[in-house]
């Protein structure tokens, strides 16, 4: 076609920008495949220029694209989004320009030439582009993801927990930004992108204080929660622990509620917590622990000062984000590695599902949970095989056991899925064994799992990830076994290459199938197997419980084994996990050991203290917290001895400083 270079020189740019990684971006790379084969028979279309537009008539179809953006382009056929039509006019116009970048090479991949063009938006720009609620979607995006930006023009922006991928280029400008979650409209994610490349170049914008009264109306009540929260926290404390009540009890719950309004999700959720260990005490229960109890409320103590230095803007770490909140992550490509069920203390039973997600190489679940206490009840185990939980997967169980593609897939912060109907699945194969044996989390060296598991622990106001502490062991040696009548606990001590032990814990309840399925393996015929658990280290130990175990071979049998849901046709129970064998929702129970071992007489002084009320800071008291400051300066932890020595000063609050001095004392534990 002779002059079509000429007509198409005004879209070089964008039409360079649009190369095949791009286009993958907004379609998929079947779709693209698909499109080259057709440009291959295809005839040259009739190309014919009106104003600001394109149009291409092909023999069976019509495609317009407007100048601003190709991917805006419209098609006489049926479908709804992007087509392989509006894709092989893509293609095609990108063959007729004579130095077109070949179609197999990225702009990315080559060789900078240039620095990435800045970008000079402004929260105008932004504003208009985006509308203020998915402005305030993608600053609050940015701040619990991190982004790694690639390239010069176009520029990439990839955001690895979330395998979300968004491109920038100058040619489209805003208009023509591409995410892989492939959104109907403007996204969190490209707001978040174009934020990080902003950021890259020296530009900080933030979002202006709201001028909303419903907005400025929150920000005085979560003021005044975290003023009454570390009020009643003192006063908790000044009373002691042994004289609480049910005016105690009911004045967190109500706090909870009321931080929950103020949204203050992290807040509510540390108060509901204090009021549920303050209830076991008030019943006399067997779980109720004084020491537990006065560790959560410096934790929730040092929270409520942390919110407060950060008024009126809390970060999103510390204010915490509702669990309910999803976000678009497009296509996940998911390894199934098991389910069970569990329930919590609370009164609240569940089924989980655990999958590792091939794109960002990390854990992921979905879970679903009732309330125990309805009449109706819940039944993991019948949940277990009820359709769901997306349209194309037949149940949890084929799930928890098979390779899976999702599209439109949603999870939130804690890497958790949704169950969203516009999430459809597709069960590609069953899990084989290379899947699991792979894993970068496999691990046949204890050692090695001793690292990832310090190295992944939450440290002082740092949210804890459930999914940090599971993994897949490949032991050496599966050891002795044997069941504790006294504990009620069944162990079993597994090896690692250097012969170093790892053991299992499991607690019993009646007709348990994970301990009877355990106690009927043959440790002879283990070997190459592995195991997902989670794991923790107490003591200087490693402790582990077992959620599935993996079959080294395919042999025509599931390669993965739910533990708590073979062998369910016999089972006369719902096989609802206790508490106690749950360790997702648990609290850390990976305790290390203090720095020093003479510095525990700090804690179990503190924990007296705390018991009797800040009215037993008697002089004996006095004389053995000045001991422990001195000790704790000789050992170098002098912010923990500073602390000290303010408790035992008139010039401050004594319970505020005993919560802060407790708060610290376990920082230094944790990170000893």
Request: net charge negative; aromatic share 8%; hydrophobic share 40%.
């Amino acid at each position: 076609m002779v002059g079509t270079e000429d007509v198409l020189e005004q879209w070089r740019p964008q039409l360079l920008s649009l190369d095949d990684a791009a286009l993958a971006i907004a379609t998929s790379k079947g779709l693209v495949r698909r499109a080259h084969k057709e440009l291959e028979k295809a005839a040259d279309p009739d190309l014919q220029v009106s104003g600001d537009r394109l149009t291409l008539t092909w023999p069976d179809h019509i495609v317009t694209l407007p100048s601003t953006n190709f991917l805006n382009a419209t098609c006489t056929c049926p479908a709804a989004d992007l087509c392989r039509h509006i894709l092989l006019s893509c293609l095609w116009l990108r063959t007729q320009l004579s130095s077109a970048v070949p179609s197999d090479l990225s702009p990315i991949d080559s060789p900078p030439s240039a620095p990435p063009p800045r970008l000079t938006h402004t929260l105008k720009d932004l504003t208009a582009w985006a509308t203020k609620s998915t402005l305030r979607d993608g600053f609050a995006f940015l701040q619990r993801e991190s982004a790694q930006i690639e390239g010069t023009d176009p520029i990439v922006v990839r955001f690895p927990q979330t395998t979300l991928t968004c491109r920038y280029s100058t040619a489209t400008g805003l208009t023509g930004m591409l995410c892989s979650c492939q959104p109907r409209r403007v996204c969190a994610h490209q707001v978040a992108a174009v934020l990080a490349i902003l950021r890259s170049q020296g530009t900080e914008l933030s979002l202006p204080p709201s001028a909303s009264p419903t907005d400025a109306a929150i920000t005085a009540a979560a003021g005044q929660v975290i003023t009454h929260a570390q009020t009643l926290l003192e006063q908790t404390v000044a009373i002691g622990l042994l004289h609480l009540s049910d005016i105690t009890h009911q004045q967190f719950v109500t706090l909870a509620v009321s931080a929950q309004g103020a949204k203050l999700p992290r807040l509510s959720l540390t108060l509901r917590g204090i009021a549920s260990d303050i209830d076991l005490h008030l019943n006399r229960h067997a779980a109720a622990d004084s020491d537990c109890l006065f560790e959560r409320l410096a934790h929730a103590y040092a929270l409520c000062s942390a919110l407060q230095s950060t008024a009126p803007a809390y970060p999103l770490h510390l204010a915490g984000q509702a669990q309910r909140h999803y976000d678009d992550v497009g296509t996940l490509e998911l390894v199934g590695l098991g389910a069970y069920p569990w329930r919590t203390a609370s009164g609240y039973g569940g089924l989980t599902v655990l999958f590792w997600d091939i794109g960002a190489q990390q854990w992921c679940s979905w879970s679903e949970s009732r309330p125990l206490f309805h009449r109706s009840g819940f039944n993991p185990v019948q949940a277990y095989r009820q359709p769901g939980p997306w349209d194309g997967i037949a149940h949890p169980a084929e799930a928890s056991q098979s390779y899976l593609r999702l599209s439109n897939a949603r999870r939130n912060y804690q890497q958790r899925l949704s169950s969203s109907r516009q999430t459809v699945g597709v069960t590609l194969r069953p899990t084989q064994a290379a899947d699991w044996q792979t894993l970068p989390l496999c691990f046949q060296d204890w050692d090695a799992l001793r690292d990832h598991l310090t190295r992944t622990r939450a440290v002082g106001l740092a949210e804890p990830n459930p999914l940090d502490r599971l993994a897949i062991l490949r032991p050496h040696c599966w050891g002795a076994r044997q069941f504790a009548a006294v504990q009620q606990q069944f162990t079993w001590v597994l090896l690692d290459v250097n012969e170093q032990p790892l053991v299992l814990r499991v607690s019993f309840t009646p007709d348990n199938p994970a301990l009877e399925q355990l106690e009927r393996l043959d440790p002879d015929d283990l070997q190459g197997w592995g195991m997902v658990g989670s794991f923790y280290i107490e003591q200087d130990t490693l402790y582990g419980q077992p959620l599935a175990l993996c079959r080294p071979t395919d042999n025509g049998q599931p390669t993965i084994l739910n533990l708590h849901f073979a062998d369910q046709a016999q089972s006369k129970t719902a096989a609802i996990a206790p508490e106690s064998q749950y360790p997702l929702m648990e609290n850390d129970a990976a305790t290390p050991t203090s720095p020093c071992p003479a510095i525990d007489g700090l804690n179990i002084t503190m924990q007296r203290l705390a018991e009797r009320g800040i009215y037993g800071l008697d002089e004996s008291i006095h004389q053995a917290l000045a001991y422990y400051a001195g000790y704790a300066e000789r050992l170098g932890m002098k912010t923990l001895a500073f602390a000290i020595l303010e408790l035992v000063s008139p010039a401050h609050t004594p319970s505020a400083q005993l919560l802060k001095v407790k708060y610290l004392y376990e920082l230094y534990r944790q990170t000893s």
